[in-house]
């Protein structure tokens, strides 16, 4: 080989390999940011709230005053001893006991939430904090009625001046406040979390391989993409459903190349964090399916309902055995991480606020 052969192959070796130091750098940097950190919340403004803010959030959230009967709370339906959520395909625990169209969402993670709710209807956790409580079916209260009522009390007049000194207690820092507090239900020490690191004996082998198959072959990591397992987005699954979901809001839908010539948002609901899904069962927009090995079962049949108009492209057969659904269960599994929310005492016409 002459020199300047040998200094081309060199050269063209050298840079093969830098290619592939690269190559592994990114791969490096793509698994660590699948946790999710505080430091990247984006919050409103650009600003973390205050200690104080985020308490008297955590006051309202259990707070009882905030709906028509004063029976129930934000906690009610969001039992932190359920996973944030209510263990109920719908929920009967609104102020009128008639069971609600949609399945209580947990609020794991909510912090980096482009859009909240099933169908997306909010953009923000300030907009979705307000729904619930002005929902005649849910907490029943119109308009401002519930700030008249936390007016009437000594504690939360205090607190609301301390916190929002310029406006005191009014519904648009209701909804800052509980936003402020939700923004702290981050969930991101989970066995794969851990895996992730470098520890390789965080998650079993079951979840180890069930992790391989959620990233390839099962293409799960379609729609639950990036550190909190979302993509924020609306699609049908072929669940078995009357409601059409995303619709009712986006009358025109998503333009898409195939098949011709486009989908509306029909039977569309966004995809959920898997954060801790573990703990939230029943799961759908409608609760259909009552376990984990249930859900997956439904993608591995490509739906329970393959002549729904609109179903997501990415929906179809995937023919894997058994064994292999059961280790996409345990890797599910391996992404809980509870968070500890415990009720304070609750606020009586006595009770002295202390910042």
Not at 176 to 197: G, H, I, Q
Not at 219 to 228: I, V
Not at 240 to 266: H, K, N, T, W
Request: with cysteine.
């Amino acid at each position: 080989m002459s020199a300047t052969s040998f200094r081309s192959y060199t050269g063209t070796f050298l840079a093969a390999a830098g290619a592939i130091a690269l190559a592994g750098a990114a791969a490096t940097a793509a698994v660590s940011s699948l946790t999710p950190t505080v430091e990247s919340i984006p919050y409103p403004g650009g600003r973390p709230p205050s200690a104080a803010e985020v308490a008297l959030g955590r006051q309202l959230f259990f707070e009882t005053r905030l709906s028509s009967t004063e029976t129930i709370s934000c906690a009610t339906c969001h039992k932190p001893e359920r996973g944030l959520a209510d263990g109920e395909r719908v929920s009967t625990s609104g102020v009128t006991g008639v069971p609600l169209k949609r399945h209580t969402p947990h609020l794991y993670n909510l912090a980096w939430g482009k859009t909240i709710f099933w169908d997306g209807r909010s953009t923000s956790l300030e907009d979705q904090a307000l729904g619930p409580i002005r929902n005649p079916l849910e907490m029943g209260l119109p308009g401002d009625v519930a700030a008249d009522r936390l007016k009437k009390v000594p504690y939360y007049v205090a607190a609301f001046e301390h916190v929002y000194p310029k406006s005191g207690v009014a519904m648009k820092n209701v909804a800052k406040a509980l936003s402020a507090f939700e923004r702290t239900l981050v969930s991101n020490d989970a066995p794969f979390d851990r895996y992730e690191a470098g520890d390789k004996a965080a998650m079993s082998t079951a979840a180890v391989r069930g992790r391989q198959l959620f990233f390839g072959r099962a293409r799960c990591s379609t729609c639950h993409s990036g550190p909190n397992f979302t993509d924020d987005l609306f699609h049908n699954t072929g669940v078995i459903s009357d409601d059409i979901g995303r619709a009712a809001l986006d009358r025109v839908g998503e333009f898409q190349m195939r098949p011709y010539p486009f989908f509306q948002m029909r039977q569309a609901f966004k995809t959920p964090s898997l954060r801790n899904v573990a703990l939230t069962a029943p799961y759908q927009h409608n609760g259909s399916e009552a376990a984990l090995a249930d859900v997956v079962r439904l993608y591995n049949l490509g739906g329970r309902d393959p002549a729904s108009y609109g179903k997501a492209l990415d929906i179809r057969p995937l023919n894997l055995p058994d064994t292999e659904l059961a280790d996409l269960v345990a890797f599910l599994e391996a992404l809980t991480s509870p968070v500890s929310v415990t009720a304070p005492a609750r606020v009586d016409l006595t009770t002295r606020y202390t910042p």
